[in-house]
């Protein structure tokens, strides 16, 4: 193919025409190469979204003109906002119709013979519409301007035997005599009878759109409907720094090689699916229907270069591009197209777990070795962590006090300790003689005011604050007023926890077991532990720990007896040894010597796949019967829902096939439609109902994982697969099986 068709070439001669020559094009220097100087660069149109109106702006002074003869229009330049609006057309959402959706074909030939066979069945008109984002047909039947007019004919159609025939509702056919009225930062304004304008910028400018900066050129269009569109002509690898940051937040997945796969997949995306939207004047769309495209607001260093670093690249399949759909996290493992987009079925569309197996996953495990387990006290299980820290860190020494007993810490040990952890938190060191530490209540008080916790006691507690944490410790009354501050406010921390009972025996002699949690709380408060988080990366042998931290990545010695600290029902348990996967979000600390001497796993712990640090990896949501009804009824007309029955689940366990029986008929929900109907994040989903005395459905529990469709790359996988040493060909690969990453072929622009 040519990389520009006329229309195109034209578009962009058009900016030629606008700035004098010699100069550079609006925006976008490598798309307007393909004409200065032969150079190949594919030139894509973005449509961003259809509204009523659009603001225009610049850095600079930019010229809106004809986009076919370049001549301005109303005025030579313009400067600060100007408005775009759709003189004549709607300033809401257009009119809707309905119509039946009775089926979708991979080609246009069947679909045709089915609309035939419907019209000469049901005797009412039928359409075919092409559904861009699938590159499917659609069958539709019949016309109404409201659901309950085609209530009697779905009916009747699902009778015949389409179960999952539904309503969808259209935007009206399009509208005559809507134009463009550019309104200026002066309130003048022209209707200039337009339907296409260009909005070009100053050399090395950029064109905003509703306070959004884009690269290249925009064409401002009426839509079918009558509102304006933006159209965004830009350069493929200029558009993609626009779509990975978008798509894949380089702060919070800031994994190269997995931003260089997403680069490659959103290229092979765009490049396959060009052309898609041709009947409304642009190739992509800018939203989740195609994939996200932020234009220059949401470029990022590290993505750029991720987009820099993959120039021109493309996955392909038998020579051809693949369609790289792709996911944001898949709970584990991804489903076969074929379930899920019937059209979309390719043999490299076939899920596949998002995790490593067998030899592979036990080469990529980082097994430490440290000090025995602390002893645990009944009831202070959590203590033994705190304990660790406190010896890692030289404010508790290794013996003496005995951590992780029972034993009964004294007045002077207290204040040595309170020393040692003053100086760490650079705070000054306490004052006068031991303290009065004979009870619990006094200990804690003695620790507050030693390490600057005072003024805390008196002026963010009450004296009802205090009545209300102590109401159910009958050993109120004994303490004194500001020991009994001291343990409420602790408590109010979580600092200080009651027992079984719900009694603090702040009377009972302190122990260390009592009082680490409290050093430990305040300890974190002026971040004196020198406590680092980040994530295991692939082993580095040799008692070395290699973390992740953000974008940088460092290879740690371990210290010759560690502390280490797994998690178990959501508590720290100390271990003499630890193993971590990539990926395990962990705590950890250094000694100054820079010896890692402290490890702790941090809660939840979501098993071992590749998505799993996602933060929708697993969810839960519960949705009443009137919820279900409404969400339904937005498609179907099956009344108040009754059962739900699942009749087939994918290879993931997606549920590929449900039925769902109401007061007034049933549907049968395949593939998306189960995840769209319902308003889930997911079809990877587990349902509990649950029945009222009289049997009636009162609402359904779904306990599901991921986000998105299921289908191909998983985003939050492939920053998994790069954090255990994946290159960005291996996580494409391994999520499209059977496909190879190679330059774009693209042939020259075609002649005059």
Not at 185 to 196: C, D, I, K, W
């Amino acid at each position: 193919m040519r990389v520009l068709a006329a229309p195109a070439r034209a578009f962009l001669a058009a900016a030629f025409v606008a700035f004098p020559v010699g100069s550079v094009p609006p925006g976008d220097e490598r798309a307007s190469s393909v004409l200065a100087s032969g150079e190949v660069e594919p030139v894509l149109r973005i449509g961003l979204e259809a509204r009523h109106r659009i603001a225009l702006d610049s850095g600079g002074p930019y010229r809106i003109v004809d986009p076919e003869s370049g001549a301005a229009v109303w005025r030579e330049t313009y400067s600060g906002e100007t408005l775009a609006i759709a003189e004549g057309g709607p300033e809401g959402e257009p009119p809707s119709v309905y119509r039946i959706q009775a089926g979708a074909f991979s080609t246009e030939e069947s679909a045709e013979a089915e609309r035939r066979r419907l019209e000469q069945v049901y005797g009412e008109p039928a359409i075919v519409r092409r559904n861009p984002d699938r590159g499917s047909f659609r069958v539709r039947l019949g016309l109404a301007t409201s659901r309950e007019e085609l209530s009697p004919l779905l009916a009747r159609v699902r009778r015949d035997g389409m179960a999952s025939a539904w309503v969808a509702e259209e935007a009206v056919e399009e509208k005559a005599g809507v134009s463009i009225r550019l309104v200026d930062r002066s309130f003048e304004s022209l209707v200039t009878g337009a339907r296409r304008l260009a909005v070009l910028p100053s050399p090395g400018a950029f064109v905003s759109v509703d306070g959004k900066r884009y690269r290249g050129t925009i064409e401002i269009r009426v839509t079918p409907a009558g509102h304006v569109r933006a159209v965004n002509w830009i350069g493929l690898e200029a558009y993609l720094r626009g779509v990975v940051p978008a798509e894949m937040g380089p702060e919070v997945w800031p994994q190269i090689e997995a931003l260089k796969a997403q680069a490659v997949a959103a290229r092979t995306y765009a490049w396959r699916n060009r052309g898609r939207f041709d009947e409304e004047g642009f190739d992509v769309c800018a939203t989740p229907r195609c994939q996200v495209y932020g234009g220059a607001s949401a470029e990022h260093p590290l993505t750029d270069r991720a987009v820099a670093a993959t120039r021109g690249e493309i996955v392909v399949f038998d020579g051809e591009p693949i369609s790289a759909l792709y996911t944001a996290t898949c709970g584990g493992h991804t489903e076969d197209a074929s379930e899920v987009f019937p059209e979309e079925d390719a043999p490299y569309l076939k899920g596949v777990p998002c995790r490593a197996e067998g030899a592979q996953a036990a080469s990529l495990l980082t097994e430490l070795s440290g000090r025995p387990p602390f002893a645990s006290v009944r009831g202070e299980e959590d203590a033994g962590r705190d304990l660790a820290l406190l010896v890692a860190s030289g404010v508790l020494g290794p013996g003496g006090s005995a951590p992780g007993t029972a034993a009964q810490a004294g007045s002077a040990e207290i204040r040595a300790a309170t020393t040692a952890l003053a100086a760490l938190a650079g705070i000054p060191a306490p004052r006068g003689g031991p303290p009065d530490a004979a009870t619990l209540a006094s200990a804690l008080r003695a620790i507050v005011e030693d390490l600057g916790w005072g003024e805390r006691l008196g002026l963010l507690l009450s004296d009802a604050d205090v009545e209300a944490l102590l109401r159910d410790d009958p050993e109120r009354a004994s303490l004194a007023p500001p020991e009994a501050r001291a343990v409420a406010y602790l408590a109010s921390l979580g600092a200080l926890r009651p027992g079984a009972d719900g009694r603090f025996r702040a009377g009972a002699p302190p122990t260390w077991a009592r009082l680490a949690p409290v050093l430990v709380r305040i300890g974190d408060s002026y971040e004196a532990f020198g406590l680092r988080e980040g994530v295991a990366g692939a082993p580095a042998g040799d008692g070395r720990l290699r973390v992740i931290s953000g974008r940088s990545e460092s290879v740690l010695r371990m210290a010759a007896s560690p502390h280490l600290f797994s998690t178990s029902g959501g508590r720290a348990v100390s271990s003499g040894g630890l193993v971590l996967w990539p990926g395990d979000r962990i705590r950890f600390r250094t000694d100054r010597a820079g010896r890692v001497d402290f490890v702790e796993l941090c809660p939840p712990v979501k098993g071992a796949s590749d998505d799993r640090s996602a933060a929708v990896h697993s969810w839960e949501v519960r949705k009443t019967r009137d919820e279900l009804e409404q969400s339904l009824g937005r498609r179907f007309s099956i009344g108040e829902p009754r059962s739900f029955r699942v009749l087939r689940r994918g290879v993931s366990g997606r549920i590929v096939e449900m039925e769902i029986t109401g007061g007034e008929g049933a549907v049968i929900l395949r593939g998306f439609d189960v995840r769209t109907a319902l308003d889930l994040r997911e079809s990877l989903v587990s349902l509990e109902i649950q029945r009222d005395p009289e049997g009636n459905l009162e609402a359904v529990v779904f306990a599901g994982k991921g986000w998105g469709h299921g289908v191909g790359l998983c985003q939050v996988g492939a920053y998994g697969m790069a954090v255990r040493g994946a290159t960005y060909r291996g996580i494409l690969g391994h999520y499209y099986r059977g496909t190879e990453v190679r330059p774009l072929a693209v042939e020259g622009p075609a002649g005059p």
